[in-house]
């Protein structure tokens, strides 16, 4: 019944390689987002798509790339991930009002 | 975040009192929402701010845009409060939420 769901629940990649972390929506709505948290702090926005075919991007886009390919589906991609890129990677669904609802989190250790 | 201030940033209380929790905002802030990170990570939706207050059982919020700040009242703490508080302020109707560090909220019994 989860709203908001993300794949993979946990990644560990090597330094260099492709990673493609997925969120999937059922609310319907037309804004999503993709954030990381780093320990002990708030989460900062990474890109964000107002609906399907556009991304924006955020507050730290660099070493980041996102596709929204439909209304339900938003990935965020790192080419070349780097160890400065572990972290825990949020996304989240938002309505006309920009209300946000969150998935559960996807943890990503770069070795 | 610079952004957005929140404090305390740590607090620990006795179950069944009561607490405030503030945002500070540095930006012009259109919305606040306030979350709930629980030890397991996941974000639970407390508010949904416009300038005003809500009230929801023992949780209570403000949210004041002219002096830039954001109140989160908790009355009656118990033991699954604990957990961090984040607020985020959405700046001029663009969506783009910006969050505070948090305060990692303690309930002991």
């Known amino acids: 019944e989860a709203a908001v769901t993300q794949s993979p629940r946990n990644k560990v990649a090597v330094t260099g390689g492709k990673v493609t972390l997925s969120c999937n929506q059922t609310?319907?709505?037309?804004?999503m987002y993709w954030y990381r948290q780093d320990t002990g702090h708030g989460l900062r926005l990474i890109h964000y798509?107002?609906?399907?075919?556009?991304?924006e991007k955020g507050d730290i886009p660099d070493g980041y790339k996102a596709s929204r390919p439909s209304q339900e589906n938003f990935s965020l991609i790192l080419e070349l991930a780097t160890p400065s890129q572990t972290s825990v990677y949020f996304c989240?669904?938002?309505?006309?009002?920009?209300?946000?609802?969150f998935g559960p989190g996807t943890r990503l250790t770069v070795l | 975040g610079d952004k957005v201030k929140q404090s305390p940033s740590a607090l620990s209380l006795q179950e069944g009192t009561n607490s405030a929790l503030r945002c500070n905002f540095s930006i012009a802030a259109t919305t606040v929402q306030w979350f709930l990170q629980n030890p397991r990570g996941s974000l639970m939706n407390l508010f949904y701010l416009v300038p005003g207050t809500k009230e929801n059982g023992r949780l209570k919020s403000a949210f004041d845009s002219k002096e830039s700040y954001s109140t989160l009242h908790i009355r009656d703490a118990q033991l699954e409060d604990s957990g961090t508080y984040f607020c985020a302020a959405e700046a001029t109707n663009t969506g783009k939420l910006t969050f505070g560090d948090g305060t990692v909220l303690t309930v002991k019994p």
């Open positions: 989240a669904s938002g309505d006309e009002s920009y209300e946000q609802y």
């Open positions: 609310n319907n709505h037309n804004n």
């Open positions: 798509s107002y609906g399907a075919g556009s991304t």
